[in-house]
C-alpha cells in the first residue's frame, strides 16, 4: 500500500488540492537545490530510476492487491533532493497510464517521497549499526519501518478526509473575527457542495470507515511489506556484494554531482 | 505493462482522435476528469464510461490493452470501496470513477506520442522534471526489455518452471538485481551521449507540424457535454435521477455505433 489507490473525486477538494500545493512546492525547492550542482549528471540518473521504479510498480501481485515499489532501492540511490522529482515524475507516468488518479498525485508524490526519504534515512542509520557485510538486513528492516510508517500516513490521510470541520476548508476563507473557517459563497455552486459529498447529505453518500479501512490495510499490508522487504534485502545484497560503491560510497546520484566535478567532464561547451 | 504496445498505438494509429491537438486531448482529459469529481451518480458514471469506451472502438485503439490499462486501478479501487464499507452503491460508483477516470487518461496515452504528452509539461514545470520526465519513459521501456529478458534468461538457465514459486521469486528478484545495475549503466551512457551533444538543460521537442481542427473541437465539445451531463444530474438531481438510466442507455448507443462502424470500416 506504498501510494494511494483511491479514485479521482473521492478525496475532498481541500485535500488534494493541499497535496498538489506541497508536492509541487518541494518539487520546486528540489529542483532549485539542483541547479548548483550539474543537471547533465542529474537527469539520466533520475531517469533510470524513475524508470526503475515504474517497471516494479507495473507488477501487480493481484490477490493483495499490492505492487512492487522499490521506492528503499531508488532513495538509497537517489537521496533525499532527488527523490522528491523522482516520485512525482513516476506519479505522472503512472496517472498518464490510468494507474492511479490524477487529483491524488500531489498527495501520491508526497508518500513516495517520504518513503523514499525515510527508507534512505533508515538504511544509512541501519548500515552505521550493523556491519555493512549486513546491508541486506539493514534495507530490510528499513523496508518493513518505512512501509509500516507511509501506511499509516495513508490511512491518517483517508481519515483527515472524514473531518466534516476540515471539508468547511474547501468553499471557505477563515473569518478574522471569529478565527472560523466560514463559507464565503453562500450561494451558487459551492453551496451546493459540488466536489465534496460529505457536504451533501441529501444525495446519500455515507463517510467512509476510517476504522475498517485500517483493519483492512492493517491485514494485508504486512504481506506487501515482508515481500518488498525482502526482495529488497536480496536486491541491496547482491548489489553491495558486486557494486557497494554504489551503497555507501556517496550513492551514484551524490557521485554523479553533489559538490564536486566527476572525472572527465570538464562542462565545457561542445 | 506493455509500454511499448502503447507506443506502438500512439506513434501508428490512425484516427480522429491521433489527429486532434495534444492540448486539446488534455484540455479534454481535464472536463473528464471534471465529471469524474463532480458526480456520485453510478449511473451517470457508467454512462460517461460507455461514451469514453465508443471512443475507444471508434478510434480503433487496441481494445484488450485499453481494457487492460482501464481495468487495472478498478483492483484498487475494489479494495478500497470494500474497505471503506460505505455500501454496495457507493462502492460502485468508487470503482466506476477509477474506471472512467482510467479510460479519460488511457484514451490521451494511446492517441499521442508521449513526447507529444510531455512536451506542454515540459513548459510548465523546472528544467530537471520536464527532461526526466522525457528520459523516464524512454528508459522505461529499454528497462522493460531487459527484465523480460534477463528473467528469461535465468529461468532457463536454472530449469525453472511454472510452480517453483520460492526459486521464480529468487531468479525475479536476481533479474531485477542486474537490471537495476544494467540501468546504472545507461544512466552513464545518457550522460556520455547528453555531454557529447552539449546538453546545459531543456531537451527539445519539435512541434506537432500539422493536427486536426475539427477534431480537436470535436474531442473538446464531446468532453464538455460529459461534463455538463455530471454537472446537471449533480445540481438538478432531485428531478433528473428518476431518469438516470437515460445516460447509460445513450452510451451505449454511442458504443453499439462505434462497434458497427469499426465493423463496417474494417
Known sequence: MSHIHIPDGVLPLWLWASGWALALALVALASLAGRRHELRRRVPILAVISAIMLVAMSSEIVPIAYHMNLTVIAGILLGPALSIIAAFIVE??????????????????????????????????FSRLLARRAAGWAAGLATVLTLLTTTTLLVGIVALAQNPAATLRETGALDPSTLRFGNPFAEGAFRLGLLSPEEAPATGVPPISVSRFAAVVYSLGPIGWLIEALITAAIVGFVARVRPGLLWQNGPAAKMSFGRRPAGDEAARH | MDLAAVDRSATQGRSWLHDAAPAAKLISLAAVLGAVLVSWNVLVLAGIALALAAAVVAARLPLRLAALLAGYPSVFALIF??????????????????????LAAVLVVLTTPYPRIFSPLQRVTPTIVGDALLMT?????????KFAETLRAIRLRAGLRGRQVVRSGRAATLALGSVLLYSLDLAQRDYDVLRLRGYEGRLRVRRSATFSVPASVAAIVTSLALFSVALLWRVQWRSLNPWSWLVPLLGLVALLLAALLRWRTR
Not at chain 1, 113 to 121: H, P, T
Not at chain 2, 81 to 102: D, H, L, Q, R, Y
Not at chain 2, 137 to 145: G, K, T
Request: proline share 0%; net charge neutral; glycine share 10%.
Open chain 1, 92 to 125: 505522472v507516468v503512472l496517472a498518464l497510464l490510468g494507474h492511479g488518479g490524477v487529483t491524488v498525485l500531489g498527495l501520491n508524490t508526497l508518500i513516495i517521497a517520504a518513503e523514499m526519504i525515510l527508507g534512505w534515512a533508515l538504511f544509512n542509520a
Open chain 2, 81 to 102: 470501496a470494500f474497505a471503506s464499507g460505505t455500501g454496495f452503491v457507493n462502492s460502485a460508483t468508487i470503482v466506476a470513477k477509477a474506471v472512467t477516470a482510467a
Open chain 2, 137 to 145: 519513459y524512454r528508459s522505461a521501456f529499454l528497462l522493460l526489455e
